[in-house]
């Protein structure tokens, strides 16, 4: 289940692991062993899933075409994650409030840019098939509206 989050309760604990030249770490530095043992293997699983589900949309925005700012956008957002993901294993990239406040900034601008391409797209095949204008239009108008 993890120790919890704090640097206090990291100290408290890595006290009793540490070796005496080195007792003075106030985080653990890996991003993935920080947070394995903050929050755990749930916490881990759940960062893990939320960080692929966001590669997913921004790759399928991508795949999408259309719009370049909004492939862009995307593009960002899975550049951004792929070096998280690597430096996070050198480093607990995250210890910075500031890199973590813009990293899941960039993580909502790239996953709200993927949203709305996917909501033109709805709309692009609504109006598509509401202007063939034949009977089967009119009632998949009404399902989808």
């Known amino acids: 289940?993890?120790?919890?989050?704090?640097?206090?309760?990291?100290?408290?604990?890595?006290?009793?692991?540490a070796d005496?030249?080195?007792?003075r770490a106030s985080h653990a530095h890996s991003l993935w062993l920080g947070t394995l043992v903050e929050l755990g293997i749930p916490g881990l699983i759940m960062l893990l899933l939320t960080l692929f589900l966001l590669v997913q949309k921004c790759a399928g925005c991508i795949r999408q075409g259309g719009d370049k700012k909004l492939l862009l956008t995307c593009g960002a957002g899975i550049c951004g994650v792929t070096a998280?993901?690597?430096?996070?294993?050198?480093?607990?990239v995250w210890y910075n409030y500031t890199v973590f406040f813009i990293f899941w900034a960039v993580a909502g601008v790239a996953s709200a840019a993927a949203e709305i391409r996917t909501r033109e797209i709805s709309?692009?095949?609504?109006?598509?098939?509401?202007?063939?204008g034949d009977e089967r239009s009119a009632d998949i108008m009404i399902a989808l509206g």
């Open 1 to 17: 289940g993890g120790i919890g989050i704090g640097e206090k309760l990291f100290g408290s604990v890595y006290m009793r692991f």
């Open 20 to 23: 005496p030249e080195v007792w």
């Open 123 to 132: 709309a692009f095949s609504a109006e598509s098939i509401s202007a063939v």
């Open 84 to 92: 998280m993901i690597f430096s996070g294993f050198f480093d607990f």
